[in-house]
């Protein structure tokens, strides 16, 4: 039986203070959400090193292969302000359990998956299951956990989780991979997913939904609509030669149903997201550390474990093993930020972190012939960001209300989301441009040697073409690693000033608490 949350008689619905969990069930939910989140975040990852096994398998094109990557961030994203409101409204246990189901049908979808157009399919459906999970999973921790001090490590527990979920995703596939079918990458989900279910309905508390408060769906379309036509305005950019044409009708719908999004939040009484949310400072830092982070994060894994397999001969685990010092890196400096986030504030662990991590991405990138360094350099990329992660996630659920704690946690995932759409698009689709434009191939050399090196490799055996494909790869890569230190710097510059007369230990917003 789980247990029913009621309201006090005394105080606002929305306080929910009369429900205290006991010490137990409070860290089973915790548990619980954690699994669930862990999911989600791999299968955000996972294919960076199935890719090229499941793009040969499919005859997936390079434009196929950013779809299958993307399709599942980018519906996610669109859809996860949304669902973070209507569980508001419906009940943040309710909407996990559904998000749950739907996710559990969407990976057996995938894992049977029989052509590229499928598998994209199939993604969007995975996606349309993780976006009301993702916000019910920060919100039950913010409903449950009313101890502010137990909350911001059982956040930091949550922001690791979902941090270690995007690093070890290649790790899983790659294990996965060397012995059984690429579809297997999911069809991992579907125990779990249905052990999940059957443990939330029994441990995770009834919340008492705000019925009475509007949803707004057309808002949530522009959202999803608008994101989609940016992404793919930005990979048809990265293509040699693009089409302008398509890449100016992309920036055009974008802008366009981004500025009615707008207006239309500007005008509701209720709106998806209350703009002046962004005013409250520690707010909008929590949302640029979030989406820094995951912007290095992801784009490193999606490039490291390409050009290991691609250009190093490592299989599809070594790769993915590769990235799990990441995680090494970040798990204790995760957890410490959490623990400290009280005493200390948020802008020394995000400011000194994304120093760090832009210091990590730097050794990796003057020790790329030298696995020693690198693996040096990754450990401190990791080292950085593992801080950052954790406060910002803090930092945007407790700015604003406990009734608003479903709308937080949808801004809060979606900057994750967003930064994980930003990297596979500008990273995915940068090394591609970077590599088309430094390709010198032989005279002779196959037409499609010079779209990508995973594209010369298929074509051709001949060695200058491999030779001349692997080395503008290398410099392709050598400007990914140059520009995730950059996104650092820039990253701790903007935080910086953001959280500048913020005052560490306390609340420092109306309505806003540690």
Known sequence: MSVHCRPSPQKP???????????????????????????????????????????????????????????????????LLGAGT?????????????????????????????????????????????????????????????????????????????????????????????????GSVFLVNVPLIVAAIALGAAVIPRDEPDRSRPWDAVSSLLATVALAAGVLAVEE??????????VAAGLAIAAVLGAAFVRRQRRLDDPLLPLDVFAIPRFTAGVVAAVVTLVAVSGLGLVVAQRFQLVAGYSPFQAGLLLVVLAVGALPSSLVGGMLLNRIGERAPIVWGFAVGALGASIALLGVDSPGWFVAGLVVTGIGLGAP???????????????????????????????????????????????????DLPAGAPAGAATSLNEALRVSSDPRVVSAAVDAYDTAFAVVLAAVALVCLVGASVVSRLLRETAPGGADEPGGER
């Open 389 to 439: 992660a954790s406060v910002a996630s803090s930092a945007i659920v407790t700015s604003v209300p406990a009734s608003r704690a479903g709308m937080a946690s949808s801004v809060e995932e979606v900057s994750y989301e967003f930064g994980n759409v930003l990297a596979t698009a500008f990273f995915g689709g940068g090394i591609l441009f970077v590599y088309g434009l430094a390709v």
């Open 237 to 246: 950019a990265a293509r040699v030669p693009p089409s302008w044409a398509k």
């Open 13 to 79: 619905l929305t306080e929910r203070t009369s429900c205290q969990p006991s010490a137990g069930r409070r860290w089973a939910v915790l548990g619980i959400v954690s699994v669930a989140l862990f999911l989600i975040s791999i299968d955000g990852s996972v294919l960076f090193t199935a890719l090229p096994v499941l793009s040969k398998d499919l005859g997936a094109t390079a434009g196929q292969q950013l779809w299958i990557l993307n399709a599942y961030t980018v519906v996610m994203s669109g859809l």
């Open 86 to 182: 209507l569980g508001d409204k419906l009940g943040h246990r309710r909407m996990f359990l559904f998000g749950m189901a739907v996710f559990g049908v969407a990976s057996l979808a995938c894992a049977l998956a029989y052509s590229p157009g499928t598998l994209i399919a199939a993604r969007v459906l995975l996606a349309v299951g993780a976006a009301p999970m993702m916000p019910a999973t920060l919100a039950l921790i913010r409903l449950t956990f009313t101890d502010a001090r137990q909350r911001n490590t059982a956040i930091a527990v949550w922001s690791m989780v979902s941090v270690v979920g995007a690093v070890v995703g290649p790790v899983v596939g790659g294990l996965l991979l060397e012995h059984f079918h690429w």
